[in-house]
C-alpha cells in the first residue's frame, strides 16, 4: 500500500503520541505531512519498503520525538544524520537493513540530543567513503550500539566508545573491517556485558586486565581477528561470564586449569576452534554445570582424553576434531540417562582407537555423530536405539563386519557415511526404513551381493556411493528414481536450542514505552557444513555448504556389476555426476543418456561396452568430463561441437574400432566401401583391423614354433619321435610326388 494513500486524514492529529506501523508492506516515501505530528514521541516505521533519503523528510519536525525505527526499508540514510541534530529528546535510532550513504560536506555542531541506542547494522557490504559515525564522538549515554555488518574499511577500532560512554551495556561491531589492537579504557566500564567485535582485523592480545575493565562481562565475541598470546588467566575466576568465543585466531599457549571457570560458572558456550592452542585438556572444563557448547577443534590438543567424563556438565555440543588426541574414545559422552539434550558430538580427525562404545549410539536426543578419521576398529556397535540421529560419519577407519540390524532404527537418518572401512557383506534389505536417507556413502570397503530393490524405495536418496567394493549383478533399473532435487537437510546442522541475551535495559526504556533490546537474542555459533567426498570430473572432490544442496551423483565404480546400462537410468534429468568405470558392463550406451541436461561428468570407461556413441550426446552442454576409454566401442566418435569440443583423445583411447577426431584414426580408411555396415547395426558387425589380424598371427607362429624347439632340446625320446615322423613325412611326400609326377607325364603322352 502506498503510504500517501494510507495517511489522508491522519496527519491532521497533531496530539497523536505513539505511531506503530511496522511489517504493513507500505511502499513509497514518507509524505510532507508527517511533519504536523508535532506531538508524536515514538514512532516506528520498520519492516516495510519505504523509500527515499530520510535527510529530505519531514521527521525532523518532529521535536518530541523519543524514539525512531526505520529499520527494513529502503531508506537512504546519510552517516551524520544532520537533520536530526535538533531533536533534543531523541534517545533511540534504529535505522538496520537500510542504506548508509554519505554526509554532505557542510557538518551540523554537535546534536543536541544525547541517545541510549544507536542500531545502523547490516546497511552496506560495499566499502563506506563516508568512514565511521563520528557523530557518535558526541554520544556519553549510550547504552548500546550495533554498527555490525558494515564495511568501514581503514578505520582504527573505536576505543573512544568505551572511553565516552561509561553506562555502555551492549556493543555490536561485527565484520566491520576495524584494523589495530584492541585497545580497553582506562578506567572501568562496569555495565559493559556484551561485546561483539568478531570479524574484523583486530591483533595482539587480550589485555590481562580486561575482567577488572569490564567486571560484569558476560558475552565475549572475538572471533575471526588476528589475536595472539593465551586466554586471561582471569576468565577462570570470572563468574559473569556465560559466552566466550575467540575461535579462528592464531592465539597459541598450553591451556592450563585455571584458564576456566569453576564448577560453578555460568559459562553455557565456549568456542576456541581454529587457534593454536595445545597440550592436554584441562579437565576443569568437563566440570562446569552449564557449560552445553564447547568447541576445541582444529588445534593441537594431545594425549588421552579421560577414560570416562563426570559429567557435571551435559554436553549438548561436544567438538573435539582436528587434533592430536589419541587413546580409546571416553566414556559416558552419550550417555542418555544424563544428557537427554545432547544434539552432536565430532570427535573426528584425532588417533582415537579402538571400538565405539554402544553409548554413542544410545542418546535419545543425539542428532549428529562424527567420528570420522581415526583408528577405530572392530563391528559397529548392536542393539542400541538412536531414533534422533540425522548424520552419522564413521568414514576412514578400520571398522569392519556387516552392518548391524539395529541401524534399521534410524528412520531419521539424512546421511550415512561409512566409507573406506573394512565392512563387509551384502546391503541389507532393510535399508529402505531409513526413509529419509540422503546421502549414502559405502566406498572402499569389502561389500558385496546385488544391490537389492529396497534401494530403490529411498524417495530422497540424491547422493550414492558404493564405489571400490565387490557388488556385482545387474544393474537395477529403478534406479533412476535416484531424487536429484535441491535439499537443505544434507547441507547444514542447526542448533536446536539457544539461550538468550537477557538484560535490564527495558527498565531504561520504559519512559518511552520501548522493550526492542528484550528481544535480542545470542544465538550460539555453530556453523557445521556437511561434507562429502565424491570422485567426479577425474578427481576426488569434497562438496560441503550450499553446493551440496544441489549436488546428486551415482558412483557405483570398481565393482563387479555386468550386464547393460538400463535405458531407465536416462530419467536421472538432474543428475551432475555418473561413474560406472571398472565394471563387466556390456551393451550399447543408452541413448536416453542425452536426457541427462545437467550432467557434468560422465564416466563409462574400463567396461566391455560397444557399438557407436550415441550421437545425441553432444547436446549435453554442461558435460566437463566425458570418458569412455577402454571399451569395445566402434564407429565415429560424436560431433566436435559444444562440450565435445574440448574433449582430448584420453576420452575415447583403448577403443581400436572407433575413429574421427580426436583420435588419429580416420573413418574415411576404416569404413572402406566394402567394409562398411548399414547404419542401422551401429557399425560394430564384421568390421576388421586386418593389421591387427597380422601382428596376432605372427606372434602365435613365432610362440608355437619356440615351444616346439625347446621340448625338442629337453626330452631325446621326443627327439627321436619327431625325427621318426619327419623322416616318415618325407618318405611319404616323395611317394606322392613320384606317383602323381608319372601321372601327369602319361597325360602329356
Not at 457 to 467: H, T
Request: overall charge negative; hydrophobic content about 40%.
Amino acid at each position: 500500500m502506498n503510504i500517501w494513500i494510507y495517511f489522508t486524514g491522519w496527519c491532521e492529529l497533531k496530539n497523536l503520541e505513539q505511531l506503530f506501523l511496522l511489517g504493513n508492506n507500505l511502499k513509497g516515501v514518507l509524505p510532507p505531512c508527517f511533519g504536523n505530528l508535532s506531538s508524536l514521541q515514538i514512532l516506528d516505521l520498520s519492516y516495510n519498503q519505504l523509500e527515499g533519503n530520510i535527510a529530505l523528510s519531514h521527521l525532523s519536525h518532529l521535536t518530541q520525538l523519543e524514539y525512531l525505527s526505520v529499520s527494513l526499508n529502503y531508506f537512504q540514510v546519510p552517516i551524520s544524520f544532520g537533520s536530526f541534530m535538533n531533536l533534543s529528546n531523541l534517545k533511540f535510532i534504529a535505522c538496520d537493513n537500510n542504506e548508509l550513504i554519505s554526509a554532505p560536506s557542510f557538518q551540523p555542531s554537535a546534536p543536541k540530543f544525547q541517545l541510549l541506542c544507536f542500531s545502523a547494522s547490516n546497511c552496506t557490504s560495499k566499502p563506506l567513503k563516508a568512514g565511521f559515525p563520528n557523530f557518535l564522538r558526541s554520544q556519553h549515554d549510550l547504552v548500546f550500539v550495533d554498527l555490525s555488518h558494515n564495511k568501514f574499511v581503514g578505520e582504527p577500532f573505536p576505543s573512544w566508545l568505551f572511553e565516552n560512554n561509561t553506562k555502555l551495556n551492549r556493543l555490536y561491531l561485527r565484520d566491520t573491517s576495524f584494523i589495530g589492537p584492541l585497545q580497553l579504557p582506562q578506567h572501568q566500564t562496569p555495565n559493559l556485558q556484551t561485546v561483539d567485535m568478531s570479524g574484523n582485523n583486530i591483533h595482539g592480545q587480550v589485555a590481562r586486565n580486561i575482567c577488572s575493565i569490564f567486571p560484569r562481562l558476560k558475552n565475549f565475541m572475538m572471533a575471526n581477528n588476528n589475536l595472539t598470546g593465551c586466554i586471561p588467566p582471569c576468565f577462570g575466576n570470572m563468574s559473569s561470564l556465560e559466552y566466550l568465543d575467540l575461535s579462528n585466531n592464531h592465539m597459541s599457549c598450553e591451556l592450563l586449569e585455571h584458564n576456566f571457570p569453576t564448577v560453578g560458572s555460568s559459562l553455557w558456550y565456549l568456542k576456541l576452534s581454529n587457534n593454536n592452542f595445545k597440550g592436554r585438556l584441562p579437565l576443569s572444563m568437563f566440570n562446569m554445570t552449564h557449560l552445553y557448547y564447547l568447541f576445541l577443534d582444529g588445534n593441537k590438543f594431545a594425549g588421552q582424553v579421560s577414560g570416562t567424563f563426570s559429567l557435571a556438565s551435559s554436553f549438548w555440543w561436544f567438538d573435539i576434531s582436528n587434533n592430536l588426541l589419541s587413546g580409546m574414545l571416553p566414556r559416558g559422552i552419550g550417555n542418555s540417562s544424563l544428557n537427554y539434550f545432547a544434539q552432536a558430538i565430532d570427535l573426528s580427525r584425532n588417533q582415537f582407537e579402538g571400538t565405539i562404545p554402544i553409548e554413542y549410539f544410545n542418546s535419545s536426543g543425539l542428532e549428529f555423530l562424527d567420528l570420522s578419521e581415526n583408528n577405530l576398529s572392530g563391528s559397529l556397535p548392536l542393539g542400541f536405539h538412536a531414533s534422533d540421529l540425522r548424520y552419522v560419519h564413521l568414514y576412514r577407519n578400520q571398522l569392519s563386519g556387516p552392518l548391524p540390524y539395529a541401524f534399521r532404527n534410524l528412520s531419521s537418518l539424512v546421511i550415512f557415511d561409512l566409507g573406506d572401512n573394512n565392512l563387509t557383506g551384502p546391503i541389507p534389505n532393510w535399508i529402505d526404513s531409513l526413509s529419509e536417507l540422503s546421502i549414502f556413502v559405502l566406498k572402499s570397503n569389502q561389500f558385496n551381493g546385488k544391490l537389492p530393490h529396497q534401494l530403490c524405495l529411498l524417495r530422497k536418496l540424491s547422493i550414492l556411493d558404493l564405489s571400490e567394493n565387490k557388488f556385482s549383478g545387474l544393474l537395477p533399473s529403478c534406479m533412476s528414481n535416484l531424487n536429484c532435487t535441491a535439499s537443505d537437510a544434507k547441507t547444514s546442522v542447526e542448533p536446536g536450542m539457544t539461550l538468550p541475551d537477557y538484560g535490564n535495559l527495558e527498565e531504561m526504556f520504559a519512559s518511552i514505552g520501548f522493550n526492542y533490546l528484550n528481544y535480542k537474542f545470542l544465538w550460539p555459533e555453530i556453523d557445521v557444513k556437511i561434507a562429502v567426498e565424491l570422485t567426479a570430473k577425474k578427481n576426488v572432490y569434497t562438496y560441503e555448504g550450499g553446493i551440496l544442496r544441489y549436488m546428486s551423483a551415482l558412483d557405483l565404480s570398481c565393482n563387479r556389476f555386468t550386464g547393460e546400462i538400463p535405458t531407465e537410468w536416462g530419467n536421472l534429468s538432474g543428475i551432475f555426476s555418473l561413474n560406472l568405470s571398472q565394471n563387466n558392463l556390456t551393451g550399447l550406451i543408452p541413448s536416453s543418456f542425452s536426457n541427462l541436461k545437467h550432467i557434468e561428468s560422465l564416466d563409462l570407461s574400463h567396461n566391455n561396452l560397444n557399438g557407436r556413441i550415441p550421437a545425441q550426446l553432444v547436446e549435453l552442454k554442461s558435460l566437463a568430463v566425458f570418458n569412455v576409454s577402454y571399451n569395445n566401442l566402434s564407429g565415429r566418435t560424436p560431433e566436435m561441437k559444444y562440450q565435445f569440443a574440448t574433449f582430448e583423445e584420453s576420452s575415447y583411447k583403448g577403443n581400436p574400432l572407433l575413429c574421427g577426431p580426436p583420435l588419429q584414426n580416420s573413418c574415411d580408411k576404416m569404413e572402406s566401401p566394402s567394409a562398411r555396415v548399414p547404419n542401422d547395426s551401429n557399425g560394430d558387425d564384421g568390421l576388421i583391423d586386418i593389421d591387427s589380424f597380422y601382428a596376432s598371427f605372427g606372434v602365435f607362429y613365432i610362440i608355437v614354433v619356440l615351444t616346439i624347439a625347446a621340448v625338442l632340446c629337453i626330452n631325446p625320446h621326443w627327439r627321436r619321435r619327431w625325427f621318426y615322423f619327419i623322416e616318415e613325412c618325407i618318405d611319404t611326400c616323395y611317394c606322392f610326388l613320384a606317383i602323381n609326377f608319372r601321372k601327369l607325364s602319361r597325360f602329356r603322352r
